[in-house]
């Protein structure tokens, strides 16, 4: 058993704790109380230790409650369809989206029935994990209301216990984001002509340009290692996830412990009792954001004479009907409920986006998502945080198809690598989409004709669910020398090996390669060995690829340039070409020229060539006038926009792009080729606040000893101010300071913020010790 300072004062805890002995095989005890052991290192990072999954998850709701518990209830209360009963429908999520709108969607989205469906479908080990999760979570709640609530909390009056079910919702949102979720509006506002212009809610620009930040705010890095490239001829990986900085996707840093059963480390999404990125004894995984299509929308052929019925192989069929009830509180404080009807086709939710997806008299259309019907999303991470060989992990991936809208890195000790493109992906081939695609699809969605059966998804009996691709017809690559991804195509993971001849909602190879990706290709290539230091280095280097692309003309362009924008000469001859907290306005004229540029490719001096996806686009033609023009252009808008914004001459980016306490954040823009790609907005006068980006960065070297690991959570455990983990990780990010993660017994009794807290359901009294 661990051992503990002093004894401890209650025999059930005593019962509860018997299996504690590391290595053992697991003990049923008679006592039905979840226990848990949390052991806590540098950073507040929580170790935790129990018997059995219910007592795993009453710890990690517990600890997680300690550090988040407001923003946890926050998202319970949006997924829950809440938020205007509080707040009012005027009110903003945290994704900026009126709380009418979003508990419209939501009460849609998370209906009883669905809820009961999904946690029902959950295998008995995940069930005890969340009703562990949520017991834990409770505990804590009530702790903390008698100490006294967390200022992030106001009030308070919003609060309440948390149920299995609240958790399923958070899950069934996670889903979501990568399909249906991007369309909250376009569902909550859909009507019938004759009522659209009543009932459609204002924030559409506003939804567009979420939905085209969708990538940009939860892309990744990952690097996988084998032994053929690694220094110690061991698996080395790289973990790092550019998830928002607040909000139900912000990442939690903790190891999860089972004796005998279980023992992974890494970082969680909230209310997820289960690792999502991380690393066990025998292997270590990440996961970057793919670019496969996880939803098609289905134009209908509406009825002439009634714009809420469709017509199907000629046939007219209602559309279906659900009426959403939300309750909202107005301004004197009184309550009411506000109605709105959901309309339907077999296909799915009607979603209507003014000037885009409209809802006439002659057409409508539908949105089909894929992960609304995958249950099996929680159990996949289950899985993986169990796997001892990278054939496990891969084998339940193939199998469970869980993975909703990310890509799989994998590597193991002994040195193989693997790259899978195996998420939630609907099954329309080539051909399917050759016959059924519609010619007045908008942009990058894919639209199929809704009015012919036919062009219903394909069904194989392979697949974990009716209508997706079965994982033989996904991408999936070993290697003993690198896998890499940085939201690319699966077609260049490795190019020695390319994936090619996919579904083009799989994976296409007649796209440009991002500017990260390019960046590590060039890294990773070459026959120089690996070690962790050289990972390290390229996300905490902070060096701008794409100077090495443009600056060199730039600077020839400003050779002849008008004295009117030498201010932005002066800056780009004096930057250093990356993106750390020493560069100097120079970075910012250079992201705003490359603005501007980005919608003319003709200003490439070498066009995109499939055939060389690696070195081109590249060059800046300043020889052409044309191009000479809109730099010079550019160059004076972006003067103004530096004025205007209150960055002073010798400003430096540190004092430029900020946490929320002020901690200066390196990392720029992943469209600049920033590995350490960060996100950030305007906030106040010559302030950028940083709401997105490099999250938990992980460094897996794996010796004959097992895993070495170092890292951090760059915006640190906890999202309350006045926590003394609120910002300590985000201090030494700032420095490209990675700590060793502790992950054996040795590393974690060592640690010198070493405590530990030992909490029973059925003893209230946390009994503490310390070294």
Known sequence: MFPLSRPMNCVGLATALVAFNVGAAPVQSAAADASAQIRRTSYGVPHIVAKDERGLGYGIGYAYAQDNLCLLANEVLTVSGERSRYFGAKGKTL????????????????????????????????????AGYASGYNRALAERRSQGLPAECGKGEWLRPISSEDLVRLTRRLLAEGGVGQFVEALAG?????????????????????????????????????????????????????????????????????????????????????????????????????????????????????????????????????????????????????????????FGPVVQWPGRLDWDAHAAYSLRDANLENTRVLQQWYQINRADSLAKLKGSIEQLQGIPWVNTLAVDQPGKALY????????VDQQLLSECSNPQAQGR??????????????????AAQPGIFPARLLPSLEREDFVQNSNDPAWMANPAQPLTGYSPLVSRDDQPLGMRGRFALQRLQGTARLGADDLQRMVTNDEVYLASLLLPDLLQWCKGADADVRAVCSSLAAWNGKADLDSGIGLVHFQNLFDALADHPESWRVAFDPADPQHTPRGLAVEQAAVGKLLHQAALASIEQVRDSGMAGEVRWGQVQQASDGTPVPGGPQALGVYNAIYSVPHGQGKRLVVSGTSYLQLVSFTDKGPEARGLLAFSQSSEAASVHASDQTKAFAAGQLAVIPFTEAQIKADPEYREVVISEGDKGAVVSRP
Request: charged share 15%; glycine share 6%; aromatic share 8%.
């Open 190 to 346: 859909a009507q019938p002509p004759t009522l659209a212009s009543q009932q459609a809610p204002a924030g559409f620009a506003a939804a567009l340009a979420r939905q085209q930040r969708f990538a940009t705010e939860r892309g990744s890095n990952g690097v996988a290692v084998g032994a053929r490239r690694s220094a110690n001829g061991r698996g080395l990986l790289l973990a790092n996830p550019h998830f928002p900085w607040m909000g139900g996707m912000r990442l939690y840093q903790m190891q999860l412990t089972i004796p005998g059963q279980l023992d992974v480390m890494g970082a969680a999404l909230p209310g997820l009792p289960v690792v999502n990125i991380g690393f066990n004894q025998h292997l270590a995984w990440t996961h970057t954001v793919d670019t496969s299509k996880h939803f098609t929308l289905y134009r209908l052929q509406l009825d002439p004479k009634d714009p809420t019925r469709y017509l199907l192989d000629g046939k007219s069929l209602p559309l279906t009907r659900q009426t959403v009830s939300v309750a909202v509180k107005a301004e004197d404080g009184s309550l009411s409920q506000v109605q709105r009807q959901v309309y339907s086709s077999q």
């Open 95 to 130: 994704e900026q989206r009126e709380n009418l709108a979003s508990d419209v969607f939501f009460a849609w989205l998370n209906t009883p029935a669905a809820v009961d469906a999904f946690l029902q479908a959950q295998p008995a080990p995940v069930q005890a994990l969340l």
């Open 420 to 427: 899978l493109n195996q998420s939630v992906v609907p099954y």
């Open 445 to 462: 969605l894919v639209v199929l004709d809704g009015s012919r059966s036919a062009c219903q998804w394909k069904v194989d009996a392979q």
